[in-house]
Each structure stands twice: as structure tokens, then as C-alpha cells.
């Protein structure tokens, strides 16, 4: 099993739309989780971290499961430019090092 | 945008022959981390170092050595090339596991 899995999608979904991305971890000594966002031929760059009381930031909303471990994010009033891959990241306690997973793919339709 | 920078940013080889790619910050960041994507498997650390000439190996480091003799610098070497290392590769600094990764914008490395 993977340290951490993603649905790969692609979800494709109409503008305007709300969509929900999960991503599950295995190791219950998990610390720390973000979500990352790559376009195409891009590097990745960090969305938001996730806190245990979740977060949201604009039309952008995650949370974090422990006791499922998992972590989710939506996304609300769907945008053209929101059209990349969504990557899920965690880390383990006493370690920089951080596990991501293989990301979700999410095209918005107009 | 957090100052950290790849080069090349493209590069063909032949098979056998040693290749380096080369990170560099400015942000004088401790945490340095190489990383390989492709697709189906995700992002892969290499290798990582947590200091000036403290590196570590990470879940793909066979064929792979770095060297970090300066805080800003953080050298990939494939000592000998193979096309399985045919990738891109992305380096990455952060200044404490609770901020996240910032990373530079890749080589695109083709072995032929």
C-alpha cells in the first residue's frame, strides 16, 4: 500500500461547479499535510496547509480525518484557471522529508 | 517568489555519461531536497541534505550523488547515465517541516 493515495481523476467538471478531492495516508505518526497545485509542465506549488481544525482560504476549503486519516480539499464555485493537478502531501513527525501523492487531475469545462 | 533557481533547465545525454544538475537559494533555507517525477509514480526523493556536507539518501538514491558544500548550492550528480533516469527533476527548499516546500522549476533531463 502506498504511503499516500490519490484518486488520479481526471474530474472533469462545469464551471461554476463545487468539487471535493480526498487523499489518505497510512502512517498514523503523520504530522504535517498540505496540498500542493502543478499545471502542466510546471512546478508544484503549495495551496494551503491543512490544519486539524481545517481551513479555508477564498473558495478554497481542506480538512483533515485522523481518526480515517485522510485529507480533503474543495473547491467551491469552480473556475477555469483551477484546471491542474492537485497533489497531497504529508509529512511524518521528526522528519523534514516530506511523502506526496500521485495527484488528482481536475479539468473545469466552460 | 521564494529564491531558488535549477539549472539547466533541459538537458539531452548519452547513455554512460555523468551528468549534474545544479539548485541554488537564496533564502539560506537549512533543508535542501532533490526530487524525480513520473508519471504513474509521483514525486521521489533522491536525496536531501540538512546542512553544509550533511546529506542523507531518500527512497530512489541508487545512481544518484549529491554534494552541498555551500549553504546555497545543492549539486545532483548520475554518475553514469542510464535511460531510466530519463525524468524531470525538481529541487526544493524549506525552512521548517511546518511551511511547506518551495521549489525551483525543474530540469527536464532526456537520456538517449
Known amino acids: 500500500r502506498k504511503e499516500v493515495e490519490q484518486d488520479p481523476g481526471p474530474f472533469n467538471v462545469p464551471e461554476g461547479a463545487t468539487v471535493a478531492f480526498n487523499c489518505t495516508y497510512s502512517n498514523s505518526a503523520s504530522q504535517s499535510f498540505f496540498w500542493y497545485r502543478q499545471d502542466c509542465r510546471k512546478e508544484p506549488k503549495l495551496l494551503m496547509s491543512?490544519?486539524?481544525s481545517g481551513n479555508e482560504d477564498g473558495r478554497f476549503t481542506a480538512q483533515l480525518n485522523r481518526a480515517s486519516q485522510y485529507i480533503s480539499l474543495l473547491i467551491r464555485d469552480s473556475k477555469l484557471s483551477d484546471s491542474a493537478t492537485y497533489l497531497c502531501v504529508v509529512t511524518t513527525s521528526g522528519t523534514y522529508k516530506y511523502i506526496f501523492g500521485t495527484g488528482t487531475r481536475l479539468k473545469v469545462l466552460a | 517568489d521564494a529564491g531558488i533557481t535549477q539549472s539547466p533547465r533541459h538537458k539531452v545525454t548519452e547513455t554512460g555519461t555523468p551528468v549534474t544538475l545544479r539548485c541554488h537559494q537564496t533564502e539560506n533555507h537549512r533543508y535542501m531536497y532533490w526530487y524525480r517525477q513520473d508519471p504513474g509514480h509521483g514525486l521521489r526523493l533522491i536525496h536531501y541534505?540538512?546542512?553544509?556536507?550533511?546529506?542523507d539518501k531518500g527512497e530512489v538514491s541508487d545512481g544518484y550523488s549529491v554534494s552541498r558544500s555551500k549553504t546555497e548550492d545543492f549539486l545532483l550528480t548520475l554518475e553514469s547515465a542510464t535511460s531510466s533516469q530519463t525524468s524531470v527533476y525538481f529541487c526544493?527548499?524549506?525552512?521548517?517541516?511546518?511551511?511547506?516546500?518551495?521549489f525551483g522549476s525543474g530540469t527536464r533531463l532526456t537520456v538517449v
Open positions: 541534505s540538512y546542512g553544509v556536507k550533511d546529506t
Open positions: 526544493a527548499i524549506n525552512g521548517g517541516p511546518d511551511e511547506g516546500y518551495t
Open positions: 491543512v490544519y486539524s
